[in-house]
């Protein structure tokens, strides 16, 4: 540790001198073998809580362990580090995230497919909102979603070795870390397919009862910090309302033309749909009841 942060110190001052950074990348190496050789005799949690502290100083101890937490299957843990030192060496540590990323991605798919489908899809959700800034968390949680509303999946997952990453020694971490976890190899971004079959005519379950005359009416608000009343967005508001709407006309029976459907509505939006005391007669709901002949019945 005292080596690697002189050395550092060293290559910071004199930026420009070779023999420096030589010296840096072979001190690094030395240590994360170090650190690895730990975890092969059988002391995981010190070889690698060693190279969490040699993190603040090597980039390639950042990237062995983001790739030993996730091949571990921490996936979570994994993505911690990996936007913690991203931030430190965003050059170096751009392909790791993306590498750790995908393999949770398609961790959380192959839970889904094993039948672990509402504890997959709650944890795709609750990564997007926490790393909000990466898309490919959000993608993961959307299709999880509309598999899960649809209730019919057919996943495709092709996995390959990911490309060693340039930085001097990655080939000695790819082999330290296939004898620590198996030559399961990690998922690279490019070898990933999610196909997920919808098709709500045959997927969404069909209830027998059938509501001809029903009459039923979705609001889904979901922004409301715009309005400065104290009151957080619901930022899927609008994604449960369509969910919503799919069950009121397969399962519960409702004519898709009798569903009426308001988003973000305001105090008048609501008004036209309900009217208002002193003239119900002029509510749209009012207007759709009095089409049926007094036969509807109204879900809200």
Same mark, same amino acid.
């Given at each position: 540790m005292a080596a690697l942060k002189g050395i550092q110190s060293a290559v910071n001052t004199w930026p420009q001198e070779k023999r420096l950074k030589s010296a840096a990348l072979e001190?690094?190496?030395? !240590?994360v073998k170090a650190a690895l050789a730990l975890m092969q005799a059988g002391k995981t949690k010190t070889g690698l809580a060693l190279l969490e502290k040699? $993190? $603040?100083? @090597? $980039?390639? $101890?950042?990237?062995?362990?983001? +790739?030993?937490? @996730? +091949?571990?299957g921490a996936g979570e843990q994994a993505l911690v580090q990996a936007a913690v030192w991203k931030k430190r060496y965003p050059k170096e540590l751009a392909a790791i995230w993306d590498e750790v990323v995908e393999s949770e991605s398609a961790r959380l798919y192959e839970r889904f497919r094993r039948g672990e489908r509402a504890p997959a899809m709650q944890v795709a959700k609750l990564l997007h909102e926490k790393y909000a800034f990466e898309p490919k968390l959000k993608?993961? !949680?959307d299709k999880l979603f509309n598999a899960y509303i649809n209730d019919d999946t057919t996943m495709v997952i092709a996995v390959a070795p990911p490309q060693p990453i340039a930085g001097g020694g990655d080939i000695d971490v790819d082999r330290a870390l296939r004898d620590l976890y198996g030559e399961k190899p990690a998922v690279s971004g490019s070898q990933v397919t999610l196909e997920i079959a919808v098709d709500q005519d045959k997927n969404i379950r069909r209830g027998s009862l059938r509501r001809p005359h029903g009459i039923a009416v979705i609001i889904g608000n979901q922004r409301y910090a715009a309005r400065k009343k104290g009151l957080p967005d619901v930022k899927y508001a609008g994604r449960d309302a369509a969910v919503m709407e799919k069950y009121l006309v397969k399962t519960m029976g409702f004519a898709k033309e009798n569903i009426l459907t308001a988003l973000d509505a305001t105090g008048s939006d609501l008004r036209v749909m309900f009217g208002i005391r002193e003239r119900p007669e002029k509510a749209k709901l009012c207007r759709y009841v009095k089409g049926e002949r007094g036969k509807a019945e109204v879900f809200v």
């Open positions: 001190l690094e190496k030395d !240590y040699g $993190a $603040a100083n @090597s $980039a390639l $101890a950042a990237q062995t362990l983001c +790739r030993a937490l @996730s +091949r571990s993608a993961t !949680y």
